[in-house]
């Protein structure tokens, strides 16, 4: 069973960085993408970055290009979000997400989820 766990959440003031982790089991997601979304309060989620295990092609949202970076580490089965220069809108719920072999901003590409991390950035 696929299991996704994110860990790294919390309160952090504008300008300050946090990193979150997602650790992965249950299947091998060498060919897969990992991809983290964020879900802010009374918004869609939306699409954060996304990582192919194997060879680590990585694609951001304009929102975050910039400030955040995706990468793994294959020897852990754990993908990593790091957020510098954090900003008010970027609170929300952060999940990370698994599955396509190909790289898509689309939820719904994405079959297996976890249970989200709560960021907090205030100004």
């Known amino acids: 069973q696929v299991q996704l766990v994110e860990s790294g959440g919390g309160l952090v003031q504008a300008g300050g960085s946090l990193r979150l982790s997602c650790a992965a089991s249950g299947r091998t997601f060498s060919r897969d993408y990992m991809g983290w979304f964020r879900q802010a309060p009374g918004k869609e989620r939306e699409f954060v970055a996304t990582i192919r295990w194997s060879g680590g092609i990585t694609y951001y949202a304009d929102s975050v290009k910039g400030r955040f970076t995706i990468s793994r580490d294959n020897a852990k089965n754990t993908v990593y979000l790091q957020m510098n220069s954090l900003k008010p809108e970027d609170t929300a719920v952060y999940y990370c997400?698994?599955?396509?072999?190909?790289?898509?901003?689309?939820?719904?590409?994405?079959?297996?989820w976890g249970q989200g991390t709560q960021v907090t950035v205030s100004s």
């Open positions: 997400a698994a599955g396509p072999t190909y790289s898509s901003e689309s939820e719904s590409d994405y079959p297996y």
